[in-house]
């Protein structure tokens, strides 16, 4: 760990063991938090590209237009939960590049 002394030089200092678990800790927290997050813009892009049957048991049509992606994944993967946990899947979708390949 680089750190910074008061008359302005810096030392390099080993990382003790309490910090070192805790940054690993962080770091595997941030990662969960960012598949989580995945998943759900994913369940929100899946709840909005489908037929609106399937849609109005979840929300309405004036929440379909001003929620989020990711509000409407949580409200999905909410319903599956409770409703039909044999449906709820855990994968993440990509949408495909808007634009093409450099040449």
Known sequence: MILSTRSGIFAIRPLSMPRLRARLRGERLLLVMAIA???MLSLGATLRDLPSPHQASVVSRDELQRFSLFRL?????????????????VALAFAPPVFGPFT
């Open 73 to 89: 994944g949580l409200r999905w993967f909410r319903h599956l939960l409770f409703h039909a946990p044999q449906r709820l899947q």
């Open 37 to 39: 997050y995945g998943w």
